[in-house]
């Protein structure tokens, strides 16, 4: 049973939706006690998580059980917002003898899996390990609705997507996977980006959108339209050698950033303050960048913390870059690491971050839209996990139908099944496979 299970998983594709797409069969053939569902949707203004769990409760549960089943694990642990109360109604009346509900408080990065475990479970994932170090397994909500499908046979076609921001009516659309970043704007009613610019994400960990013809993947779930003079625009452009020379010139050393760094508060020995001192002396400093490592690049540092706008986590960032360069990894869990004492009222709350942040005027309700959507054209990444790029099993000129196989993990790698998100023509490339709808069908 437990085999079918992770075999099923791996046939459709699965991979973690909400962040860097590692595939779920792999994941859940780990033994854990618990399996804990995240359900904290911190990032502002991202509004998929709380309506599927609201709408789709009962699939939610059902990809839980057969994680739980996969795991054998004993536990189920379902950790959402109290503010999302159709959400908490739902799932109280769908989840099984073995599941409950833990409430969450409105802070960021509720999300996070280190702090989730510890807030969910009140375990410490140690610094540069994974939460099943202590006995965790942690999925995402749309995860387990795509695992519970993956249950009655369906594949990983589509993903829910957020677009919100500088729109006329802020949407959460189910898009196949493989539509392009401008048309799924143009399907949100986005009609002229003119001096805007786009995240894709959320506002504190999003990336901003080179190309606009860049697809949709499995991981995609928001789209944020925000001013291009806007601050949290204004910091994603700015090179990091500017960012560098602000810090030398700027940086008081009052730690807030450490102080209010999530990891920093749960015993990681990160402290973003002595890394900003630090880059100015980069020689003989490794030692000290190397805390880069354990950052998680949430962002509270230089959009909430620093009252000078620096920007200790894009620096993080750079730095974590060269040193996977060098093939560096972060290192151990310092020595008796234990959660700070402050950490229960450092907590930032999502209002605060909101409105310090300019993101006032968009926190806007984005309703959930099922209905199919009518995309003629989609181009599937051959590589959107963790692992190995899919090998092509479709041939240029071969039809497909939505749901097909086409492309599958290669022999002995880690990675994803790739599925037909519409029915057409494919045509393979180096890197991907475009599927063409015939004139009139909509790709249905
Ligand atoms: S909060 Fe800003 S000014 Fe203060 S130590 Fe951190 S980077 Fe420097
Ligand atoms: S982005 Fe800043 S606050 Fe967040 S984990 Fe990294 S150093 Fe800490």
């Not at 791996?10 to 053939?29: C, D, Y």
């Not at 001096?195 to 013809?213: E, I, K, N, Q």
């Not at 009252?307 to 894009?314: D, F, H, K, V, Y």
Request: hydrophobic share 45%.
């Amino acid at each position: 049973m437990r085999d079918q299970v992770i075999g099923k998983i791996r046939e459709a594709g699965v991979v973690g939706a909400g962040g860097a797409g590692f595939p779920t069969h792999v994941k859940v053939a780990a033994a854990a006690d618990t399996v804990i569902v995240n359900g904290a949707e911190c990032e502002p203004l991202l509004r998929v998580d709380q309506q599927l769990m609201e709408f789709a409760a009962a699939r939610i549960v059902a990809g839980l059980a057969a994680v739980m089943e996969a795991t054998g694990a004993a536990e189920g642990v379902i950790a959402l917002k109290g503010k999302h109360k159709g959400a908490i109604a739902a799932l109280e009346a769908a989840a099984g003898k073995n599941m409950r509900l833990v409430i969450l408080g409105d802070f960021y990065p509720a999300g996070d899996e280190h702090v989730l475990v510890h807030e969910a479970v009140g375990r410490l994932v140690p610094q540069g390990a994974i939460p099943l170090s202590v006995g965790c397994v942690v999925s995402n909500v749309e995860t387990l609705l795509n695992a519970a499908a993956a249950q009655d046979g369906g594949a990983v076609t589509h993903s829910y997507v957020t677009v919100t921001g500088e729109v006329a009516q802020p949407v959460t659309l189910r898009l196949p996977i493989g539509t392009t970043v401008a048309a799924a704007l143009a399907l949100a009613g986005v009609e002229r980006l003119e001096g805007l610019s786009v995240l894709d994400g959320g506002p504190m960990m999003g990336r901003l959108v080179a190309d606009l013809g860049q697809p949709i993947t499995k991981t995609t779930k928001g789209l944020v339209v925000l001013p291009a003079g806007h601050q949290i625009i204004r910091r994603r452009t700015m090179p990091v050698e500017a960012l560098l020379k602000q810090a030398h010139a700027a940086c008081i050393q009052c730690r807030y950033c450490t102080d209010l760094c999530p990891r920093y508060l749960l015993g990681h020995s990160l402290e973003p303050h002595k890394i900003m001192r630090g880059v100015k002396h980069i020689r003989g400093q490794e030692a000290l960048l190397k805390m880069a490592l354990a950052c998680s690049e949430c962002g509270v540092c230089e959009q909430y913390a620093c009252p000078l706008g620096l920007s200790p986590r894009t620096i993080n960032a750079a730095l974590k870059q060269a040193l996977a360069q060098q093939g560096l990894k972060a290192g151990a869990a310092p020595a008796g690491q234990c959660c700070s004492r402050t950490q229960a009222y450092r907590k930032i709350p999502v209002k605060r971050l909101i409105t310090r942040t300019g993101l006032g005027g968009y926190d806007r309700p984005a309703p959930l839209d099922s209905r199919p959507l009518a995309v003629k054209r989609v181009e599937l990444l051959l590589k959107q996990h963790i692992g190995a790029p899919s090998q092509p099993v479709v041939a240029s000129g071969q039809r497909v139908r939505q749901g097909d196989l086409v492309a599958r993990i290669p022999d002995g790698a880690l990675g994803a099944n790739l599925h037909a998100s519409i029915a057409g023509v494919a045509t393979v490339a180096a890197d991907r496979i475009v599927i063409t709808a015939p004139e009139g069908s909509g790709g249905r």
